[in-house]
């Protein structure tokens, strides 16, 4: 357990301040959902938590705070990532023990054809996780997905999205809550969820766990729900969030040390790498209240560029006055995991794009890059070289970007 991340409170104490409120939230995941997901749990011994590529710390936290739970329950639970993740994110409960599909890909396969149960957090449709995707549509066992992206392919035997959700980490959280009442009950569905878990120790969470591994799966709640905001700064604005925060701070997450470890962990050349982007590389579209920076690898390893560096650069240009669309891409190789879908091409460019207000730049992501995310927040691909990606942009973007 982190000291640094976890504040030092009696943890029993502060629960039951909050077990009011918690019947107030509002029951987003319906019942029959919750006695399915129930069910697939319970009728399964060995589970495997998937989560989409380029880990970001809703996928983390998602896929973590799942295991934590699961195997509170005693489960066998392992979770595996295509490729690796951020090293900011690398001091999450347990983060150290996920597989790396890109690396360990014969252990994870033989997890995989053992399993009873895959759950799938925090991605819509197989090919968001490369060539896994492939393995996972050759499984027999159950599956069961967790989202919050547009248009679920409709791959899992339960689906629970929902695209108005910030996080899939509160979606989880939800899950969790609701879930925990069912699962310590010697009854396989319950005809309604309560709001209170009771751990076996007698202990009243608003979150299901024990008193050993509940701060871990509320760290792990707490990180996905704070990076998929942008630290609570869009896509944010409704009072249950607040409410869900609330009770993970009263279960002793430490928020300020959390927020340290991931917007404050980065090296001297990434912070170099950000005034570079801004002093040669941003391109302002007055005329579109639009912005574009592009990096191509060779500028990348000029900055000794690490997994995780990218990331908050396309946010930048959105603090500019009157820019409300921001598009950020970088050169990037082609995964082993990727190959099936770069066809002859030896480089991937990674497309992230932003935007403010009722603005939407998903469906850009989508018609342009096939992508896709949320209004605010989305991304895409494109194989192929990188004059030929800024071009695409450059060629679309005014059908697009066209709300003042």
């Not at 302002?284 to 990096?295: G, S």
């Not at 995964?335 to 794009?353: D, F, R, V």
């Not at 895409?380 to 071009?391: D, F, K, S």
Request: with cysteine.
């Amino acid at each position: 357990m982190f000291e640094c991340i976890y504040a030092k409170k009696n943890v029993t104490l502060h629960v039951n301040i909050f077990l009011t409120t918690m019947a107030n939230l509002t029951p987003i995941i319906t019942i029959q959902q919750i006695n399915t997901a129930n069910l697939l749990i319970q009728q399964s011994n060995r589970v495997v938590i998937l989560t989409h590529m380029s880990p970001d710390g809703d996928a983390m936290g998602s896929s973590l705070a799942m295991r934590h739970f699961l195997e509170s329950l005693g489960k066998q639970v392992s979770v595996i990532v295509p490729n690796t993740f951020p090293d900011f994110l690398a001091w999450m409960p347990k983060a150290n023990e996920d597989i790396i599909y890109e690396t360990q890909r014969e252990l994870a396969d033989s997890l995989l054809e053992q399993a009873d149960l895959v759950i799938c957090t925090d991605f819509n449709e197989p090919k968001r996780i490369g060539s896994l995707g492939d393995k996972l549509l050759s499984l027999s066992c159950k599956k069961m997905m967790i989202d919050h992206h547009l248009h679920p392919s409709d791959f899992a035997d339960l689906i629970i999205s929902y695209p108005s959700t910030p996080s899939t980490c509160e979606l989880v959280y939800r899950l969790i809550h609701q879930l925990s009442p069912i699962a310590n009950s010697p009854s396989p569905i319950a005809n309604s969820p309560s709001p209170i878990a009771h751990s076996p120790e007698g202990v009243q969470y608003p979150i299901g766990g024990t008193s050993s591994n509940i701060q871990d799966i509320a760290t792990c709640i707490y990180t996905g729900m704070m990076t998929d905001t942008g630290n609570f700064s869009f896509n944010s604005n409704y009072p249950e969030m607040y409410e869900i925060v609330g009770q993970l701070v009263a279960l002793g997450v430490n928020k300020d040390a959390i927020y340290n470890r991931v917007f404050n962990a980065y090296s001297a050349d990434r912070m170099r790498l950000m005034g570079y982007c801004l002093y040669k590389k941003m391109q302002i579209f007055p005329e579109h209240h639009t912005a574009l920076i592009y990096l191509s690898k060779k500028e990348l390893y000029r900055f000794n560029f690490q997994s995780g560096d990218a990331e908050g650069i396309v946010n930048l240009p959105l603090q500019i006055k009157d820019i409300h669309y921001s598009c950020f891409m970088r050169e990037d190789k082609v995964n082993p995991t990727e190959k099936a879908l770069a066809g002859e091409s030896k480089t991937k460019i990674k497309i992230s794009l932003r935007s403010q207000g009722d603005r939407p730049v998903n469906i850009f992501a989508r018609d342009i890059f096939g992508g896709g995310g949320h209004a605010n927040a989305s991304g895409g691909e494109y194989y192929g070289p990188l004059p030929e990606a800024v071009q695409r942009f450059l060629d679309n973007y005014r059908d697009y970007f066209n709300i003042p």
